[in-house]
């Protein structure tokens, strides 16, 4: 931080500002959600930026409490308590931290880009979708409505002023983020013109003190770690799936490297902190960190000063922040959810394979009227199917019958557990020569499902009384061959030097 230019510490300083008044009303939102109090998600934003901020992975990424959590952790708090939930968040950053331990963080870069599309444009619409439940009012029996028209009509005309302040000042300057300003010249000329529209103040105060040291009032038996046990897990993993996704967005807009594992360690130790100060837990949140990064903002001094700023607010500035008009933030939401979107996707349909298209638009669903995590693991799954259907099709022979009678079949493409079915159909053992060559120089065995295979082909000509050769097999696949011998006679004539990947070996 010591090697900060004067402009780039004024430009993370000016974006902090700027996304902690935008966590606010989230912030408060989730919280209610989560049927717990605003301070609560308060504090969860203000811990877990900053200790994310200092130790994780992903300068310039912007954690706090999210959504995708507040819904899962709403049947708990129903049930059981918020104490419960406290004690929960705590399980949820150990298995975090755990997670980071083990390394495992690297794999998130094995998700396939489709997938990453659709959760990409999935959060897009979410983000977009949530700002509606702003236009909305609370009747005395709980219920809500929608606004009438005159509240609608003025906070769609400040909604849209606030869009166009963000669009077109920085065609005349970038000496202030433009969603700052946009921010600032909303919130002034409402209250200066004394105009009646919702607040952030209608949301709920967010007036308190320093969070406290609580230690989550709940017996330390097996009941209770039966209760929280199923969400604590389910919250690491929806926790750690989009935290990971996030930066894995942010290294890609910034042609940058994150640290996964370190960031994976930060969420947990930050989730385990927030659990013991009243907070309700969160990840990273894809609207802030990309207000961040389009502020410029890629050091780790924008997200202390975030939470800096946000703590500040609740100490000093409740009175002043609870004024801010909704529709000012509302309008940085659209915003954000706008350049979220990848409207690029749109001209891949045609240019790419139609699974690809098709496992966009399911992560993107998925994320939209269920969960990220299921939309994800979803996602990757029927990847990683459609990526084994279309390899199993591509195997295939071609033979040929030399001067001494012999045939060979020449193989080619990847042999595994789906293009069995396949590869069986491509020899005639009962027809064929007494000696048959089967050559393996263009095909790769990839698993033991494949070894099964050629041993039962072998075990086919042997029955009908040919001679088998193998040709161009690698040395583990003879190892395993060889535990068939007493059953297969398996002639072996030449080996290459590939490794088959079969948990035998190691």
């Not at 202030?176 to 529209?197: F, K, Q, R, W």
């Not at 690491?236 to 042609?255: P, S, W």
């Amino acid at each position: 931080m010591f090697n900060y230019s004067n402009q780039e510490i004024k430009t993370n300083l000016l974006s902090g500002l700027t996304v902690a008044l935008a966590m606010v009303p989230e912030a408060i939102a989730f919280a209610l959600i989560a049927h717990v109090s605003p301070l609560t998600g308060l504090y969860a934003a203000f811990l877990i930026c900053l200790i994310t901020s200092v130790m994780g992975g992903r300068p310039g990424m912007i954690s706090g409490a999210t959504g995708a959590l507040a819904v899962v952790m709403v049947a708990l708090v129903v049930q059981h308590g918020v104490e419960y939930l406290f004690a929960t968040i705590v399980l949820m950053g150990m298995f975090q931290m755990l997670f980071g331990v083990a390394k495992l963080g690297k794999f998130i870069r094995m998700v396939p880009h489709p997938v990453m599309l659709g959760f990409v444009n999935g959060l897009a619409m979410v983000i977009f979708i949530a700002q509606f439940g702003h236009f909305k009012t609370t009747l005395p029996d709980g219920t809500t409505q929608w606004m009438d028209n005159e509240a609608l009509g003025i906070m769609a005309v400040l909604i849209a002023i606030t869009m166009v302040i963000i669009y077109l000042l920085p065609k005349l300057t970038k000496a202030i983020p433009s969603t700052l300003a946009a921010i600032l010249v909303v919130s002034i000329g409402a209250i200066s013109l004394g105009i009646d529209t919702k607040t952030v103040g209608d949301l709920g105060s967010i007036a308190g003190g320093l969070p406290t040291f609580h230690l989550p009032v709940v017996p330390f038996n097996l009941e209770t770690l039966y209760i929280t046990l199923p969400y604590s897990l389910i919250l690491a993993a929806v926790g750690l799936i989009e935290t990971l996704l996030t930066l894995n967005l942010i290294d890609d807009m910034t042609e940058t490297r994150g640290k996964p594992n370190r960031e994976s360690l930060a969420q947990g130790f930050a989730n385990i902190v927030t659990g013991l100060f009243g907070g309700m837990g969160g990840c990273a949140m894809i609207g802030q960190s990309m207000i961040n990064i389009n502020n410029g903002a890629l050091k780790r001094l924008s997200g202390i000063a975030t939470a800096v700023f946000l703590l500040s607010f609740i100490l000093f500035a409740s009175k002043w922040i609870e004024m801010i008009p909704l529709a000012a933030l509302i309008g940085v939401m659209f915003v954000v959810s706008e350049k979220t979107f990848e409207w690029g996707s749109f001209r891949l349909f045609g240019k790419v394979p139609k699974p690809d298209i098709f496992v966009g638009i399911l992560v993107a669903v998925i994320t939209v009227f269920a969960d990220l995590a299921i939309a994800v693991i979803v996602g990757v799954i029927f990847s990683a199917l459609a990526f084994a259907w279309e390899h199993a099709k591509n195997i295939r022979v071609t033979s040929s019958i030399d001067e001494t009678g012999t045939k060979t079949y020449v193989l080619n493409g990847s042999l595994f557990f789906a293009s069995i079915s396949a590869f069986q159909g491509l020899f005639t053992p009962k027809e064929d020569p007494k000696d048959v060559v089967i050559d393996f120089k263009d095909a790769k065995v990839v698993d033991h499902s494949a070894l099964e295979a050629i041993d039962a082909l072998a075990a086919k000509y042997v029955a009908a009384g040919k001679t088998l050769h193998l040709k161009h097999l690698s040395p583990d696949c003879l190892e395993i061959l060889d535990n068939a011998k007493g059953m297969v006679e398996v002639n072996v004539l030449e080996d290459p030097t590939y490794h088959i990947a079969d948990n035998k070996l190691g």
